[in-house]
């Protein structure tokens, strides 16, 4: 009888060190899975723009801020300084516009006026805008495995909390954790 309070106390203890074990991974990973996604984003930025005109052609420059490690999605539009609801982007450019564009500056995005607008545009007061977003990762990446390891090390911490403790409040008082010795024989 003597053994079964020996075994019963050390799977006590046991179960208190895993609880307390889980505890602390639960908390040390949680930051890692709330935070570890934006940690090192900067927002998307674009400077620098300025455009020239020659030949049917426009070339507009640009300068790309942004994280290092992304790619984005960049977009060129034609705007009126006399008319705010005229919005246009150009079909025919060829460069650093669409998607999978990185940062760095010396960007440039070349327009063939020509091909979208063939009888040419009037009027003179025309602006280029360029913009840019971040295209999002769906899988892969510094971020998302960080997001991955703490997220499976906390639910696995809350699991074993979980079944360490609902198992003790829960079992009945007249569970048997060993078998009598048989009697004797006749």
Known sequence: ?????????????????IAH??????FAC???????ADRNQKPVRVDDVH??????????????IGNEDNQYMVRLILKR???????????????????GIY?????????????DFPQGL???????VVQAQEIKKTSGGKSSMITMIGGGAALLAGATF???????????????TSFPTPPGRP
């Open 1 to 17: 009888m003597k053994r079964n309070f020996v075994t019963t106390r050390a799977g006590s203890v046991v179960k208190q060190v």
């Open 21 to 26: 074990v889980s505890i602390i991974l639960f």
């Open 30 to 36: 949680v930051p890692a899975l709330v935070f570890g």
């Open 51 to 64: 455009y020239s005109a020659s030949g049917g052609r426009v070339v507009v420059d640009y300068t790309l």
């Open 81 to 99: 300084g006399t008319d705010s609801s005229f919005e246009y982007s150009p079909r025919a450019v060829s460069g650093d516009v669409g998607s």
């Open 103 to 115: 940062v760095g500056m010396n960007k440039r995005i070349v327009w063939a006026v020509d091909e």
């Open 122 to 128: 009037r009027g003179s007061d025309y602006y280029f």
């Open 162 to 176: 979980y079944v360490l403790f609902s198992s003790q409040k829960h079992s009945s008082p007249s569970a048997v």
